[in-house]
């Protein structure tokens, strides 16, 4: 039996502590030409996929524009189909909302950057509740939590039978026929949903794939239910093998239920990389990394989300404050998930592990916000990677640098061609869609069930 | 005002003609084609043309017996920004029922990915077929009201508008020494609330190339030449005859006055449908048989040499011997890539030989080849020089 095979992504330095622009090395997060220098290296290297995420509204923090972290960027979809343009191989995914969004405007420009990119799409499926993001937009914050994921698994619904009303070959040869399209190649849509109404014949041809390959973010049951239903893709956070094995048996262990097998769903983590000719040195340099993250104003802001309160007139090199923080819990920061329980229980914790370890504000921030990822020499990384993938703690990595937008080049460089000789990485493409690249089947299509059919079998 | 008239051309389906794909030379194999849409590009932009108008709705198709299926202009346009220099790129962008943050950001971000090039042509959809496919608005009643479509389009361009102000152009700040990576005073909040919508946020997209891409509109209802004389950089009409061009320039010269702003920086382009070469009345007629298009007298249509073509447009834009007095031509080649081919290849040497192309290289941004000025953000208060410490 064949090594099972790595898939690797490369994440765009996004808008969040994580990217350092400190560093004279960082460059723009808006001019095309970063965005290009990340493709170029990812497609060079032969991974899987680009992948880019989504602003919806500036971060705020105090009640004003958080400004301490990179923030601008620019629009998800046109900044996909111009990398399509300057790449030939390298899948182009994009993180795009299904809450602010129709099925019907989606389904047209996912289609149109899977033609223009000839077969490269892939979207990651999303859904948001909050207000403070519905202010920008005509729905506004309406719909509840729970309903977040119903309304996706519609639209979801409504956009493959788009993508299907459309034959593959729909345009009749040479033009010399009576029409433009061969008879009964497009079929209108009736779909009357819940969610959503909408009827007619769609406007944007079949993609090569089909379909966009699709991608899933959410950890809750809902979350892990709609990727094992819905989803090619799922992007996680367990970085760790064991939360990781448990995770990838919990989300493939319900794929049977829909009548799919475990190659249909990939699980891919997101993890930072940080390398180094030593373990020594890439420690040391994961820990420059964390210092440059986290600044002094950075780490007061970091404790302002759990204090709930103003906390600027303490020293970030001193101890932590002696008050606990605000009895109600009040959410400081808009625009970035943060969940904490019970704040006091927490606060609690960080004191105490600040007093044991003789911890300033910084230090206990530099410490408990790191979450870890792949920092060593380059084959130790590699076989990390490796082992990771054939104990089935996930199917490869979503690549997250540092640094926009040259943080990959040394992974492209150093680590990718051990894998290559690990024989766990490809040395070409093998195909040129990013259904291709990632093993998975063709698009699920279902058209040959009535249309009322249709809707169950895509569930 | 550019010192010699604009030319623009529109690329759409596989020509103005709705049975240019019936010929072999349209290859309509190959209409929903990457390739074709960088070749056709690629075309105008070596005969230094201005502009392309990439149009198209939401729905499958404009006219009966005409191409279905299209891209989405937006998208086709930014995948050809980073293969194309100097040309404009104007999709067309529907506002009636995209979310207008949606529209905001997209035009922004052509802005970036073509480096200064982008405009975007602000389009309603009258279509209940689209309407139905979309979903969100209820089409029982039939065809939508126009006066409201554009009242609608009016909140979208102004949302956008602020959109593009929102990021002054030096609100990136990258101050190591205090850690803050933006000022955020020098960001602004859209607050725009409207009915049916309203915006509270900035842009996530900093302040583009050219700060505001030029708003073109097709004005072709009295409600859309009043949207275009407040909205628009460039406004591009069909008219039949100079008389008709005559009159169109002088209401939204009026209008555009009326508004508060200088008939001298918005640009008026007539329409052409251009069929070039020695076959031309030949594929029109051929083509009329499968569809008649007599059905549409607005348009000027020019069929035969292109000396005639160059002609015209002398005649259209010439201020004075009765000329229109027009600031440019839109041609919309019958078949394409032939109508177009010949125009880049036969008519513009012409032009240039007349005195009635530019003869340098073309300018960097859109707003230049217009002579517009890259406007400062409206929430300037300060120089950009002055500030730095909060």
Redesign the interface.
């Known amino acids: 039996m064949s090594r099972r095979q790595v898939h690797l992504g490369a994440h765009f330095p996004g808008v969040n502590s994580t990217t350092v622009w400190t560093d004279p090395r960082s460059r723009s997060q808006v001019d095309l030409s970063s965005f290009e220098h990340l493709a170029r290296t990812a497609e060079e290297a032969r991974l899987d996929f680009f992948f880019l995420a989504e602003g919806l509204r500036l971060r705020e923090h105090k009640g004003e524009l958080f400004d301490l972290d990179v923030v601008g960027r620019p629009d998800t979809l046109p900044v996909l189909a111009a990398l399509a343009a300057v790449t030939e191989r390298l899948g182009l995914v994009g993180t795009i909302t299904t809450t602010f969004n129709e099925p019907y405007e989606l389904a047209r420009q996912w289609a149109t950057l899977d033609l223009l990119s000839r077969g490269r799409a892939g979207w990651n499926v999303v859904t948001s509740s909050d207000a403070f993001h519905g202010a920008n937009f005509r729905r506004g914050g309406f719909l509840p939590h729970a309903e977040r994921y119903t309304r996706a698994a519609e639209l979801l619904d409504v956009a493959r039978q788009l993508w299907d009303a459309w034959d593959d070959d729909a345009v009749a040869a040479a033009g010399a026929g009576e029409t433009f399209l061969r008879p009964g190649a497009v079929r209108p849509v009736d779909h009357r949903g819940r969610q959503f109404t909408v009827r007619g014949e769609p406007g944007t041809p079949r993609g090569p794939q089909g379909h966009p390959v699709l991608f899933q973010a959410g950890d809750s049951a809902e979350g892990r239910d709609l990727a094992a239903r819905e989803a090619d893709v799922v992007f996680t956070a367990h970085s760790t093998v064991e939360a990781g094995q448990a995770f990838y048996a919990d989300v493939k262990g319900r794929l049977a239920a829909h009548g799919r097998t475990e190659d249909d769903l990939k699980v891919l983590p997101a993890v930072t990389v940080v390398l180094g000719d030593t373990e020594a040195e890439a420690r040391d340099r994961a820990r420059h990394v964390r210092e440059q993250q986290v600044t002094g104003p950075a780490a007061i802001a970091f404790l302002e989300q759990l204090w709930g309160r103003d906390l600027t007139a303490y020293d970030p090199d001193g101890p932590l404050p002696a008050e606990d923080p605000e009895p109600e819990h009040v959410s400081v920061t808009r625009g970035r998930v943060r969940h904490h329980r019970d704040p006091a229980a927490l606060a609690r914790q960080w004191r105490e592990q600040a007093a044991a370890n003789r911890w300033s504000i910084r230090e206990l921030v530099i410490a408990v916000g790191d979450r870890g990822g792949l920092v060593g020499t380059p084959s130790s990384v590699a076989r990390q990677v490796d082992e990771a993938v054939q104990c089935r703690a996930c199917d490869g990595y979503i690549l997250v640098p540092h640094l926009t937008p040259t943080g990959l080049d040394d992974v492209a460089a150093r680590v990718v061609p051990l894998l290559q000789e690990r024989g766990v990485f490809r040395a070409d493409y093998a195909g040129p869609t990013l259904r291709d690249h990632l093993g998975l089947g063709p698009a699920r299509r279902p058209t040959t069930a009535p249309a009322d059919d249709r809707r169950l079998v895509a569930r | 005002m550019p010192p010699t008239p604009l030319l623009g051309v529109e690329l759409s389906d596989?020509g103005a003609h709705p049975a240019a794909?019936?010929?072999?030379a349209?290859d309509?194999?190959h209409?929903?084609d990457?390739a074709r849409w960088?070749s056709l590009v690629r075309a105008a932009q070596r005969g230094g043309l201005d502009l392309v108008l990439l149009p198209g709705?939401?729905?499958?198709?404009d006219v009966d017996g005409?191409?279905?299926?299209?891209?989405?202009p937006?998208?086709?346009a930014?995948?050809?920004?980073?293969?194309t220099t100097g040309v404009g790129l104007v999709p067309t962008v529907t506002t009636t029922?995209?979310?207008?943050?949606?529209v905001g950001?997209?035009v922004?971000?052509?802005d970036?990915?073509s480096?200064g090039r982008a405009g975007w042509e602000v389009a309603v959809s009258r279509s209940p077929?689209?309407a139905?496919?979309?979903?969100?608005k209820d089409v029982a009643g039939g065809a939508l009201e126009e006066e409201e479509l554009w009242a609608e389009a009016d909140d979208v361009a102004e949302v956008v508008a602020r959109m593009e102000d929102s990021?002054e152009d030096d609100?990136?700040v990258?101050d190591?020494a205090?850690?803050?990576?933006?000022?955020?005073d020098r960001?602004h909040a859209v607050a725009f609330e409207g009915d049916?919508?309203?915006?509270?946020?900035?842009s996530?997209?900093?302040r583009s190339p050219q700060g505001r891409p030029p708003v073109v509109v097709r004005a072709d209802s009295a409600a859309a030449l009043r949207f275009a004389a407040r909205r628009a950089d460039v406004v591009r009409v069909p008219a039949h005859d100079l008389a008709t061009a005559v009159a169109h320039r002088r209401a939204l010269h009026r209008l555009v006055a009326e508004a508060g702003r200088d008939p001298e920086e918005v640009a008026l382009l007539v329409e052409v449908v251009a069929w070039l070469g020695p076959d031309a009345a030949e594929r029109r007629d051929a083509l009329d048989r499968w569809t008649p298009t007599n059905t549409n007298p607005g348009t000027v249509e020019h069929v035969g040499d292109a000396a005639g073509l160059a002609d015209l447009v002398g005649a259209w834009t010439g201020g004075r011997d009765g000329g229109a007095g027009v600031d440019g031509v839109v041609v919309r080649p019958a078949v394409l890539p032939l109508d177009l081919d010949a125009l880049v290849d036969d008519v513009v040497p012409l032009l240039r030989r007349r005195g009635l192309r530019p003869t340098g290289p073309p300018a960097r941004t859109l707003r230049g080849t217009l002579g517009l000025d890259r406007p400062a953000s409206r929430y300037a208060r300060v120089p950009a020089t002055a500030g730095g410490a909060r």
């Open positions: 596989a794909w019936r010929l072999p349209a309509p194999g209409l929903h990457p960088v709705g939401l729905g499958p198709a005409g191409v279905r299926g299209r891209l989405d937006l998208l086709t930014s995948f050809v920004a980073p293969l029922h995209t979310e207008p943050f949606h950001k997209a922004q971000t052509l970036w990915v480096r077929e689209e139905a496919l979309v979903g969100r990021w609100a990136e990258r190591v205090t850690g803050r990576f933006v000022d955020r960001i049916p919508f309203s915006v509270a946020g900035a996530i997209t900093p």
